[in-house]
């Protein structure tokens, strides 16, 4: 079934063309790799589809239906969630607490006030099971800013899995990591998106990580969509490789 | 799994009440030594619960009020105007007249203020409280003027305390008072640990990344905004009973200052942060208050809690506790 149709999709800043003409369809259940060199665009997509920044024209089409006008929190409800490229946690609560806020925000929690969180044991047994899934129980009670930066990107990945997309979209889950624990994370994440089964858009830079775990992959290059297969088709590709590599290297 | 809900010092109810019985049973000692120190000891009882209000928008949603003097101002006046011009005496209809007069002033502020944040907000704040205080300046022939609204003695359960002694009147407001606060506390307390509570901790600290799991951030703040409001409001009504006058300066911006430093003083980050605030807060105001240049022994304060001990005396108080308990558990 399809889970979202993008119908050229444009976004400009100034001159820039951030996205120039974006369609593209996921299945549900797909996990798709989308890489390109800096300022390709591939943030902005990502921007644009959980409505973080609104296209200039085009149209995204979740689930038929059309949501490009729809707020953010209108698309989160509908299932659309996302990560940031930067690690984007509630730093003065614990590990435990972030995904607990995400949990609320899910079920809808937000407004009880008179019953203390003990009460709800509901969400607080999902909060163990997200720490599982991610093998961040043992962290739990540790403040978010006392954790190593990779541990602090599992559980950003982690509170928009509380949030029990349908699809979710992943900035560069990898990025500022040390290279010795980019396989554990995206090992975790991917597991994570398997078991759970949601459709994910991943976002990734390094090509190792990409060529390894990957199955779907997108090519990104000045706001368009150039290539887009399976890992092995791309990764044979000559030309691909000129422009993934001669943005860092030329 | 409820175990990682488990409070430090500080944040749990238990120490919060052990500290409220501590003063409630030294209140009469203190009252009978020196009068004037047993009520000092009602004014802190009273503004605990302006602080606690103060600080569920401060410490817990991230919006520092330097205005929380309007709603001190709208209780009191409520109560001194349902004396005036209704005749009525009686704490409890003060008090819920109070809440719902903040209410409904912090409903239609909050639909706007909300919108700001940080030093916006602050000043935003600032500014309307000291509209407010302009009209109960300004409007004397409603509002007294600076001459203010005089009250007589409030009643309580419909029985007159005309007749009584000062002390016994002070008694029964001290008590009445200290139900009231322990009531406010145990209320205030499952707000901010409920996930309504949690929710505005998560807004403070990452705005976009609320928003982005689905959080009405405007509706959760103006939330907070108003039960802030109706709290700070119960200690105007109280304030206005207590010192039996109601005047301009309960609702000018040196008000708001001191909730902010009061609430600074104790521990914004701790649960009986404001608790403390409010007594060590009056405690050192009615000694420097002996002196000439009171303001700039006040002022020293400030300046040595900022730079020495960000985290307010709760914070201090916390180490104390915890070190104790940790040498405890290894001693044993």
């Known amino acids: ?250 | 799994m409820v175990e990682r809900l488990k409070k430090a010092f500080g944040d749990d109810l238990r120490s919060n009440f052990i500290l409220l019985a501590i003063i409630a049973v030294i209140y009469p000692a203190i009252y009978a030594i020196s009068p004037g120190w047993g009520i000092v000891l009602g004014h802190g009882i009273t503004w605990i619960i302006a602080l606690l209000g103060f600080n569920l928008l401060f410490g817990y949603t991230g919006l520092l009020s330097f205005g929380h003097a309007l709603f001190l101002g709208i209780g009191a006046y409520t109560a001194g105007f349902m004396y005036k011009y209704l005749g009525i005496n009686s704490i409890e209809l003060h008090i819920l007249g109070s809440i719902l007069s903040s209410a409904v002033v912090a409903l239609a502020i909050g639909l706007v203020v909300v919108r700001y944040t940080r030093i916006f907000f602050a000043i935003f704040m600032l500014a309307i409280a000291q509209v407010f205080w302009s009209l109960y300046y300004k409007f004397y022939w409603i509002t007294g003027g600076t001459d203010g609204i005089k009250m007589a003695r409030f009643s309580i359960l419909g029985i007159s305390l005309e007749h009584l002694d000062f002390t016994t009147y002070h008694h029964i407001y001290f008590y009445f008072t200290t139900f009231l606060t322990t009531i406010l506390i145990y209320l205030m307390w499952r707000i901010v640990n409920s996930p309504f509570g949690l929710t505005l901790k998560a807004i403070r600290d990452n705005e976009v990344r609320a928003k982005f799991i689905g959080i009405d951030i405007y509706k959760m703040r103006l939330y907070a905004f108003i039960i802030s409001a109706i709290y700070a409001g119960i200690t105007g009504a109280l304030v206005a009973n207590h010192h039996r006058l109601v005047t301009p300066d309960i609702a000018y911006w040196t008000t708001s200052g001191k909730v902010v430093f009061a609430t600074l003083l104790g521990g914004t980050r701790i649960f009986i942060g404001p608790l403390i605030g409010s007594f060590i807060f009056h405690v050192i105001e009615s000694f420097a208050m002996r002196f000439i240049y009171w303001q700039l022994i006040m002022g020293a304060f400030i300046i040595a809690i900022v730079i020495l001990m960000p985290g307010g005396i709760a914070q201090i108080l916390r180490t104390f506790v915890e070190s104790i308990r940790h040498s405890g558990r290894i001693g044993g």
Request: charged residues 25%; proline residues 2%; aromatic residues 6%.
């Open chain 1, 1 to 250: 079934m399809e889970i979202l149709k993008l119908v050229n999709l444009k976004k400009y800043f100034g001159g820039v063309r951030a996205l120039d003409g974006i369609s593209t369809t996921l299945h549900e259940g797909e996990v798709v790799t989308i890489i390109g060199p800096n300022g390709a665009g591939k943030t902005t997509l990502i921007n644009t589809i959980s409505g973080y920044v609104f296209p200039d024209s085009g149209r995204i089409i979740y689930m038929n239906e059309d949501i490009t006008k729809s707020t953010p929190i209108e698309r989160v409800n509908k299932g659309i969630v996302r990560s940031f490229q930067l690690v984007n946690t509630f730093d003065k609560l614990t590990v435990y607490e972030n995904i607990l806020v995400s949990l609320i925000s899910s079920r809808k929690y937000q407004n009880k006030m008179t019953k203390t969180l003990d009460s709800y044991t509901d969400i607080l047994e999902e909060a163990e099971s997200i720490l599982k899934l991610f093998e961040l129980g043992d962290k739990a009670d540790n403040l978010i800013t006392s954790i190593s930066y990779g541990d602090r990107k599992l559980v950003d990945v982690a509170i928009s899995f509380a949030l029990n997309p349908k699809l979710i979209m992943l900035d560069e889950p990898t990025s500022g990591v040390a290279t010795k624990d980019k396989d554990d994370i995206m090992k975790k994440i991917l597991e994570a998106i398997m078991k759970t089964g949601v459709t994910a858009m991943i976002i990734e830079h390094d090509m190792d990580i990409v060529f390894r775990y990957g199955k779907r992959v997108m090519v990104m290059h000045q706001g368009k969509i150039i290539a887009d297969g399976g890992v092995e088709e791309i990764r044979k590709d000559e030309e691909i490789k000129k422009i993934l590599l001669g943005g860092v290297y030329a």
